[in-house]
C-alpha cells in the first residue's frame, strides 16, 4: 500500500511557540523582525494583531506559512482565531473591510432561512412532537400536498459549458493585438489618471487603447485590461497599491496579478508594474518605489528601455 501523507495540523500558539524552542534548542526561536518583509504587505493584517492575545509573541517572530492558531481583532473588535494561511488569503475578491472577520462577513450577509416540510403524520398515531410542530408550521409546509415544498428545492446548479463560457464582445483579433475595448472597466484611480498624463508628456503612444488581446480566457473574457497600454512598444504597464483598506493586490488578488501576468506574456507582451505599499515585485522588471513622484516616469522610461532597448524606447520619446 502507498504511504499517506500526513499533512501538518495547526496548533495553538503556545504549543506551537514551545515545540519550536525545543525544536530550534533556542529560547527566542525566531528573532523580531524576522518576517518583518514577509508580512508587510498586508497592513491589515498587521493592524489585527495583538501580541496581548498570542501570547506575546510578535507577529514579525512567525512565519507566514506556519501552521499555528492565531488571534485576531478586527476593526468592530470582534475576536477570532485563524491561521496565517486562512487570514492571508481570506480577502478573496470581496473589497469591504468586513471580508478580513468572519464575524463582520456573517452579520453582512446573513443566511435566509430553509422551510423544509414537516414529516407526514403516521395514521392513528400523533404524538404531542409532531402536533406540536405541524401547529406552529403553516399548511403549506406541513408536507400535505403533492411534490415538495419550493422553497426546500436547491435551484440548480450552472453547467460545466455555461461556466466555461467567455464573453463574445471581444473582437476577434490576433492574439497580442490592443484595441479599445467594450468591457473595460473606466479608470478608478486618480493616481492611475496622473500617472497615465505624466508618461503621455514624455512618450507617445497610441491614446484610447485599454485591452490587450489573449491566447487564453483570462477569468471569463479573452483579453486583459491593464493600466497604460503600450501598443507600439508592446508592454503594459500596471499601478499597484494595497488600497483604501489595504485589500488590493495581496492574497488571491496577488495570484490573480501573476495569472494576469503570464497571459500578457503567452501574448507576447511584457509587464512592468509599478509596485507601492511594501508590495513585493512579481516580475523582472516591476519598480518598488513608495508612490508616484516626479522622479517615477523617469524610471518607468528606464525599464522600458531595459525591457526594448534605448534606439527603441527613445524614437518614441517627446
Same mark, same amino acid.
Given at each position: 500500500?502507498?504511504?499517506?501523507?500526513?499533512?501538518?495540523?495547526?496548533?495553538?500558539?503556545? /504549543?506551537?511557540?514551545?515545540?519550536?524552542?525545543?525544536?530550534?534548542?533556542?529560547?527566542?526561536? &525566531?528573532?523580531?523582525?524576522?518576517?518583518?518583509?514577509?508580512?508587510?504587505? =498586508?497592513?491589515?493584517?498587521?493592524?489585527? &494583531?495583538?501580541?496581548? @492575545?498570542?501570547?506575546? *509573541?510578535?507577529?514579525?517572530? *512567525?512565519?507566514?506559512?506556519?501552521?499555528?492558531?492565531?488571534?485576531?481583532? %478586527?476593526?468592530?473588535?470582534?475576536?477570532?482565531?485563524?491561521?496565517?494561511? !486562512?487570514?492571508?488569503?481570506?480577502?478573496?475578491? !470581496?473589497?469591504?473591510?468586513?471580508?478580513?472577520?468572519?464575524?463582520?462577513?456573517?452579520?453582512?450577509?446573513?443566511?435566509?432561512?430553509?422551510?423544509?416540510?414537516?414529516?407526514?403524520?403516521?395514521?392513528?398515531?400523533?404524538?404531542?412532537?409532531?402536533?406540536?410542530?405541524?401547529?406552529?408550521?403553516?399548511?403549506?409546509?406541513?408536507?400535505?400536498?403533492?411534490?415538495?415544498?419550493?422553497?426546500?428545492?436547491?435551484?440548480?446548479?450552472?453547467?460545466?459549458?455555461?461556466?466555461?463560457?467567455?464573453?463574445?464582445?471581444?473582437?476577434?483579433?490576433?492574439? +497580442?493585438?490592443?484595441?479599445?475595448?467594450? %468591457?473595460?472597466?473606466?479608470? /478608478?484611480?486618480?493616481?492611475?489618471?496622473?500617472?497615465? =498624463?505624466?508618461? /503621455?508628456?514624455?512618450?507617445? =503612444?497610441?491614446?484610447?487603447?485599454?485591452?490587450?488581446?489573449?491566447?487564453?480566457? @483570462?477569468?471569463?473574457?479573452?483579453?486583459?485590461?491593464?493600466? *497604460?497600454?503600450?501598443?507600439?512598444?508592446?508592454?503594459? *504597464?500596471? &499601478?499597484?497599491? #494595497? +488600497?483604501?483598506?489595504?485589500?488590493?493586490?495581496?492574497?488571491?488578488?496577488? !495570484?490573480?496579478?501573476?495569472?494576469?501576468?503570464?497571459?500578457?506574456?503567452?501574448?507576447?507582451?511584457?509587464?512592468?508594474?509599478?509596485?507601492?505599499?511594501?508590495?513585493?515585485?512579481?516580475?523582472?522588471?516591476?519598480?518598488?518605489?513608495? +508612490?508616484? #513622484?516626479?522622479?517615477?516616469?523617469?524610471?518607468?522610461?528606464?525599464?522600458l528601455r531595459e525591457v526594448r532597448g534605448s534606439l527603441f524606447v527613445d524614437a518614441y520619446l517627446r
Amino acid at each position: 500500500m502507498a504511504a499517506r501523507t500526513v499533512l501538518p495540523m495547526p496548533e495553538p500558539v503556545a /504549543a506551537w511557540w514551545a515545540r519550536r524552542q525545543w525544536s530550534r534548542g533556542l529560547d527566542v526561536p &525566531y528573532a523580531t523582525g524576522m518576517y518583518r518583509e514577509a508580512w508587510a504587505p =498586508f497592513p491589515v493584517l498587521v493592524r489585527q &494583531y495583538h501580541p496581548e @492575545f498570542n501570547g506575546g *509573541i510578535l507577529l514579525t517572530q *512567525i512565519p507566514p506559512t506556519a501552521e499555528v492558531y492565531l488571534c485576531w481583532q %478586527c476593526d468592530a473588535g470582534h475576536v477570532f482565531v485563524a491561521t496565517p494561511a !486562512e487570514q492571508r488569503s481570506r480577502p478573496g475578491r !470581496e473589497r469591504r473591510r468586513s471580508s478580513w472577520c468572519p464575524d463582520c462577513a456573517a452579520a453582512a450577509n446573513p443566511r435566509a432561512p430553509v422551510l423544509r416540510p414537516a414529516p407526514p403524520a403516521v395514521e392513528g398515531v400523533q404524538t404531542s412532537r409532531v402536533a406540536a410542530t405541524t401547529a406552529s408550521v403553516p399548511a403549506a409546509a406541513t408536507g400535505r400536498f403533492a411534490g415538495p415544498h419550493p422553497l426546500s428545492v436547491r435551484p440548480p446548479r450552472p453547467s460545466t459549458r455555461a461556466a466555461a463560457r467567455v464573453c463574445a464582445k471581444t473582437p476577434h483579433l490576433p492574439p +497580442g493585438e490592443a484595441f479599445a475595448s467594450q %468591457c473595460a472597466p473606466k479608470p /478608478a484611480s486618480a493616481v492611475e489618471a496622473q500617472l497615465r =498624463f505624466d508618461l /503621455a508628456a514624455r512618450l507617445e =503612444f497610441e491614446p484610447g487603447l485599454t485591452a490587450v488581446r489573449l491566447a487564453r480566457p @483570462f477569468f471569463d473574457h479573452l483579453e486583459a485590461w491593464p493600466d *497604460i497600454v503600450l501598443s507600439e512598444l508592446r508592454v503594459a *504597464i500596471e &499601478y499597484d497599491s #494595497t +488600497g483604501r483598506h489595504g485589500l488590493e493586490h495581496v492574497g488571491k488578488r496577488e !495570484e490573480a496579478d501573476r495569472r494576469k501576468d503570464r497571459a500578457l506574456r503567452a501574448a507576447g507582451w511584457e509587464v512592468l508594474r509599478i509596485r507601492t505599499g511594501r508590495l513585493p515585485a512579481l516580475g523582472p522588471y516591476d519598480l518598488q518605489v513608495a +508612490g508616484l #513622484t516626479k522622479k517615477t516616469v523617469g524610471l518607468v522610461l528606464d525599464r522600458l528601455r531595459e525591457v526594448r532597448g534605448s534606439l527603441f524606447v527613445d524614437a518614441y520619446l517627446r
